[in-house]
């Protein structure tokens, strides 16, 4: 009776597995279709400016709140770069734990790499760095005219990295989750350690 039930949970998970798969590519061969030459360049331009404005954004912060002396820049710098630690961490050990290729590996005849990237496809590290940013600029300044633009980058930048035929719909989805919750958990890290300071 355990063999039985055993193998009927083995065939559903197998079939919802198949099922979420066929869904991912064929949302993806749709997003890659949209193909121009500006909307290309516009991609690679976008998905670019991630890993740059995901340093700058902190060191700014930070460094601003240096020269002022002002203690919530300071914190607020801080409590960035710790939600980008995290989400690195996350990020690169769900990587190697999962080991999901690359869109362009797994069906070449539907998919070409537009840009160089790496080995393994799953969780999109772009796509969660660009939301921890733009989480942690929200949660340490929620105003509308940073957060509308903030998420409009972010979103923007997940968009071209499916655009470009390097992520499934689920790798972008399960990056934004990551980095929005780094970012949550390193400003609550921070709020529960003055409290437990204040405690003392």
């Given at each position: 009776m ?6 009927i ?13 066929n ?5 993806l061969?749709?997003?890659y ?5 500006t ?10 400016s ?9 060191a700014?912060?930070?460094?601003i ?21 995290l989400n690195t961490?996350a990020?690169?050990g ?19 790499a537009?840009?160089k990237t ?7 590290s772009?796509?969660?760095?660009a ?9 340490a300044?929620p105003k ?7 998420y409009?980058w972010a979103c923007?930048?997940?968009?071209s990295?499916?655009y470009?035929?390097?992520h499934?719909?689920t ?12 970012a949550?958990?390193s ?12 405690r003392?």
């Open positions: 355990n063999n039985i039930a055993f193998i949970l083995l065939f559903c998970f197998t079939t919802i597995k198949v099922s979420a798969q869904n991912d590519v064929k949302l061969s749709t997003i279709a949209d193909s121009s030459y909307k290309d360049k516009g991609a690679k331009v976008l998905s670019a991630v890993a740059p404005i995901s340093i700058v954004c902190p700014t912060i930070l460094l709140g240096l020269i002022r002396k002002d203690s919530v820049l300071i914190r607020n710098g801080i409590k960035t770069t710790g939600a980008l630690i961490v990020t690169v769900l990587k190697y734990a999962v080991n999901r290729p690359r869109p362009y590996n797994e069906y070449p005849l539907l998919f070409h537009k840009e790496g080995k393994y496809s799953f969780p999109s772009h796509t969660s760095f939301f921890a940013d733009a989480t942690s600029l929200s949660l300044y509308w005219y940073v957060i509308a633009p903030a409009l923007s930048a997940a968009y990295r499916m470009l035929g390097v499934y719909p790798d972008v989805l399960a990056g934004a989750i990551i980095g929005t919750a780094c949550f958990l400003f609550k890290m921070e709020k529960w350690l003055i409290t437990k300071k204040q003392r």
